[in-house]
């Protein structure tokens, strides 16, 4: 069998034509395809503004920037995420601490997060911005989320890096009905690629101007924005101090085209993960719990081993799926353990449970609208002979 990685892009022709068009035409940057891919997503979110980024971890940057944290100030987060959820606070002088996770969604525990706000409140240590991620596609509890912020007073930024195409009571990710910003990742082995990228989405147009001024320079040509007259039509004025953030053309015109398949895409992640939950039913592992009342994006599919009930170790299960060419992988290793978190700010091994608990177990099998069953089937059958090995 070929190798089979975890994740992998769907590029169609019709994608390829998308990106060579642009690099025949005007602009290459700052052009027209960015605000359509804005626009589209506006549209699938309903939601009032987009601002589409160089990458996921950019716009989390920005949109901590947007809602002024600074030096002093604390952001919470999920020890089951990639780096860049932790990571775009610190770049902003705060500081990160992370709320442990559920063991049945492995998103952050509201019941966790609860009891952390009241000690903290006690304290007078209470977070600024608190960033709830979905992990793989799975929202988290947002309106509980939502009555937390406002009873206790951060803001809420919503990792969504996972989630495009999903859902939460019915209404899609995105629209920000109980967050300030959600943001998207869009590398290829997220849901819709444009190589890198990433957006944040608002409904909030403070926000979104704050935003948009930041992923460029601080720099604007619109004089309501400017301090003072325009000089003449040359004329841009650096009003904060902003990045280089911006997607090129290409990125957004490949965007464009993905995302008018995001339907089909999520569809189909969610047939191969239905017949995950089948052909695993019996096997000694946990399959993804599916909350009742929301559509996962479903980006990843994680598995729990049931080590008390085989004999193979964690990592003896992983290496022997490796070497069947299998690309499994696993989404996360705790942030608060990596080594930069350990010396920096303290963090130790026994500080968040669940979320250790589930680093011990989980592995992200393949899971890609062009995984064949045949794939598919070689991963289960690979699994199964691991895990009765003895
Ligand atoms: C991928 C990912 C990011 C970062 O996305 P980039 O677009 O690669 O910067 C952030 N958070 C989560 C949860 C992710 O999975």
Redo the contacts with the bound molecule.
């Keep these: 069998m070929n190798f089979i990685p975890y994740g992998r892009q769907n590029i169609t022709e019709e994608d390829i034509d998308a990106v060579v068009n642009v690099l025949k035409s005007d602009y290459l940057t700052q052009g027209p395809k960015v605000p359509e891919f804005e626009n589209a997503i506006k549209e699938h979110c309903n939601v009032e503004y987009v601002l589409a980024m160089n990458?996921?971890?950019?716009a989390?940057h920005v949109a901590c920037l947007a809602l002024d944290v600074g030096k002093g100030d604390i952001v919470w987060t999920t020890p089951i995420?990639?780096v860049?959820?932790a990571n775009c606070a610190l770049y902003c002088g705060a500081t990160v601490d992370f709320v442990d996770i559920d063991p049945r969604t492995y998103n952050l525990s509201i019941q966790s997060l609860e009891h952390k706000l009241k000690a903290a409140k006690e304290q007078g240590k209470l977070p600024k911005v608190v960033i709830p991620?979905h992990l793989c596609g799975q929202p988290c509890d947002m309106e509980r989320i939502y009555q937390l912020s406002k009873n206790y007073g951060f803001s809420v930024i919503e990792?969504a890096?996972?989630a495009i195409g999903g859902k939460y009571k019915n209404q899609p990710i995105g629209n920000c009905q109980y967050s300030d910003i959600t943001i998207f990742?869009?590398?290829p082995v997220?849901i819709i690629t444009t190589a890198?990228?990433?957006v944040a989405t608002t409904k909030s147009e403070e926000l979104a101007q704050k935003m948009e001024l930041l992923r460029s320079h601080g720099i604007t040509r619109d004089s309501d924005l400017m301090t003072h007259e325009p000089d003449g039509p040359w004329y841009y004025q650096q009003v904060d101090l902003g990045y280089n953030y911006r997607m090129t053309e290409m990125q957004a015109a490949l965007g464009v085209s993905q995302i008018k398949r995001l339907s089909s895409i999520t569809k189909s992640r969610h047939e191969i993960a239905n017949r995950y939950n089948e052909k695993l039913a019996r096997l000694a592992v946990i399959v993804p719990f599916q909350i009742q009342e929301s559509y996962s994006g479903l980006h990843l599919y994680v598995i729990r081993l049931k080590l008390d009930k085989i004999k193979p170790t964690h990592l003896e299960v992983f290496k022997a799926l490796r070497a069947a060419n299998i690309g499994v992988n696993l989404h996360y290793i705790p942030v608060h353990l990596q080594p930069y978190y350990r010396e920096h700010f303290g963090f130790k091994l026994g500080d968040f449970p669940q979320a250790e608990q589930y680093y011990r177990e989980a592995i992200s099998l393949p899971l890609y609208p062009d995984l064949s069953q045949e794939q598919q089937d070689y991963v289960v059958e690979t699994l199964k002979d691991i895990l009765a090995y003895d």
């Design positions: 990458s996921a971890t950019s989390l995420t990639f860049a959820s991620v990792d890096s996972h990742s869009f590398h997220k890198e990228g990433g």
